[in-house]
C-alpha cells in the first residue's frame, strides 16, 4: 500500500529538518556578528538549488527518485547514483544523532555515556519509521506550531538581556566572512533537504516547489530570529564560539529573579527537532535501499540500517571538539558534491541528452 502525505504535512516535515539541530549547533561562524545576514544569502542560493531538486522529482511525478534516475541513466548508474544520494543521508543521519548524544550529556547528564543516549534516541525512531512517513509527518505537523511558539516566546523575555551594539557596526571584517558564513550556512542545514528527494514523491498533490519554498522561507526566518536573538545577547564572540549558544543565550534570561531559568524549552525543542530529522534520514536510507535491493517494503531494513547509523555515530567523533569542528570546517565541502554538483548533474545530463527520449 502506497503512502502518502498531505501539502501541508510534507511543509511542516521539511520545516522540523530544517530547524533540525540549527535550533543549538551555531552554523556560519565565520560571519560573527553578520550571521544573519549569512543566513539571509544562503537561503537565497538554497532556494535556487531546491529548484533543480523540484525539477528532478518532476520529470516523473509518479516516481521516487531511484525510478527516476534508473530512466535516466539506465539500471546500473541509476543506482550507483542513487546510493550515493543513500549514502549521504545516512551519514547526515548519525550526524544529527551524535549531535543529540553530545548535547544531552554536556546539559545534563555528564556521567552517561553517548551510546546509551543515542540508543535510546534511535530505537524512538525506528519504530517512528516503522509506522510510515504518514506517522512521521502527522507527528510533524502536530508539534511545529507549538515548539515554533515556545522558541518564539523567549524572545521578548530576552530583550533585557540584548545589546543593539552587539550587531554594529556591520561588515565590519568585510563581505568575505559573510560569504564563507553563508556558504556554511547553504550547506547546514538548507541544502541538506535534498535528502526529500526519497520523500516527497510520497506526496498527494505533486507541488514540490511549493513544499521546498514554503519550508525554506518559513524556516529560514526563525533561524534569523534566532541568530539576531543569540547575537543580540551573547555578542558576536560568544555566540559564535559557543558550543549551544541558542541554549546559552536563553539560559541568561532572568526577570525578577522570578522568571529564569527556562532554557530547558529550547533543550526540549532540539530534541524534538532533532528526533524528526533523525527519522527523515533513517526513512530514507531505508526506503531507498529497499527500492535498489529490488524490496517492495522497507520497514524489515529500517532495524539494521537504523543500528549501523548508531554505530556510526559512535566512531565517527573522537569528542564533541571534533563534532564541531567537522560541523563548521569540514562539511561545507564534504557536502557539496552530494548537495549541489550531483542534482545538477542529473538536471542538465537529462536536459541534454534524455528529455526528448523520455517524453516520447
Given at each position: 500500500m502506497k503512502e502518502t502525505i498531505s501539502v501541508r504535512q510534507a511543509i511542516f516535515t521539511m520545516t522540523m529538518f530544517i530547524i533540525g539541530s540549527s535550533v543549538i549547533i551555531t552554523s556560519g561562524v565565520d560571519a560573527k556578528g553578520d550571521l544573519w545576514i549569512a543566513i539571509s544569502i544562503a537561503l537565497i542560493a538554497?532556494?535556487?538549488?531546491?529548484?533543480?531538486y523540484s525539477k528532478i522529482l518532476s520529470i516523473k511525478p509518479n516516481n521516487d527518485i531511484v525510478d527516476i534516475l534508473e530512466m535516466i541513466?539506465?539500471?546500473?548508474?541509476?543506482?550507483?547514483?542513487s546510493f550515493f544520494l543513500i549514502f549521504f543521508s545516512f551519514h547526515?543521519?548519525?550526524l544529527v544523532l551524535r549531535n543529540f548524544g553530545e548535547f544531552i550529556k554536556t546539559i545534563g547528564l555528564p556521567e552517561t555515556p553517548n551510546s546509551i543516549l543515542m540508543l535510546i534516541c534511535i530505537l524512538l525512531a525506528i519504530i517512528s519509521v516503522k509506522s510510515g512517513i504518514e506517522t512521521i509527518a502527522r507527528g510533524c505537523e502536530l508539534f511545529l506550531l507549538i515548539l515554533l511558539f515556545l522558541l518564539l516566546l523567549t524572545i521578548p523575555f530576552s530583550i533585557p538581556e540584548m545589546d543593539i551594539n552587539n550587531l554594529r557596526p556591520m561588515l565590519y571584517e568585510g563581505i568575505m566572512p559573510v560569504l564563507k558564513g553563508a556558504f556554511a550556512t547553504f550547506s547546514f542545514p538548507f541544502a541538506e533537504t535534498i535528502v526529500f528527494l526519497f520523500v516527497l514523491p510520497s506526496i498527494n498533490k505533486k507541488q514540490y516547489y511549493k513544499v521546498y519554498y514554503t519550508s525554506l522561507i518559513f524556516a529560514g526566518s526563525i533561524l534569523?530570529?534566532?541568530?539576531?536573538?543569540?547575537?543580540l545577547i551573547l555578542g558576536p564572540e560568544t555566540s559564535t564560539r559557543n558550543y549551544f549558544s541558542s541554549y546559552t543565550a536563553v539560559s541568561r534570561i532572568n526577570i525578577a529573579n522570578f522568571f529564569q531559568r527556562i532554557e530547558s524549552i529550547v533543550a526540549i525543542?532540539?530534541?524534538?527537532?532533532?528526533?524528526?530529522?533523525?527519522?527523515?534520514?533513517?526513512?530514507?536510507?531505508s526506503k531507498g535501499l529497499s527500492k535498489i535491493l529490488?524490496?517492495?517494503?522497507?520497514?524489515?531494513?529500517?532495524?539494521?540500517?537504523?543500528?549501523?547509523?548508531?554505530?556510526?555515530?559512535i566512531i565517527v567523533y573522537e569528542n564533541i571538539m571534533q563534532m564541531v569542528e567537522w560541523a563548521t570546517e569540514i562539511w561545507p565541502y564534504y557536502s557539496l558534491p552530494f548537495e549541489v554538483f550531483l542534482p545538477l548533474f542529473i538536471y542538465f545530463y537529462y536536459v541534454i541528452f534524455k528529455r526528448r527520449k523520455m517524453k516520447k
Open positions: 538554497a532556494l535556487i538549488i531546491t529548484w533543480f541513466f539506465g539500471k546500473f548508474f541509476g543506482r550507483l547514483l547526515l543521519g548519525a534569523i530570529i534566532l541568530a539576531l536573538r543569540n547575537v525543542s532540539f530534541l524534538i527537532y532533532t528526533f524528526a530529522k533523525i527519522s527523515i534520514c533513517l526513512y530514507a536510507s529490488g524490496f517492495n517494503d522497507y520497514r524489515f531494513l529500517v532495524t539494521p540500517i537504523g543500528l549501523l547509523m548508531l554505530n556510526f555515530a
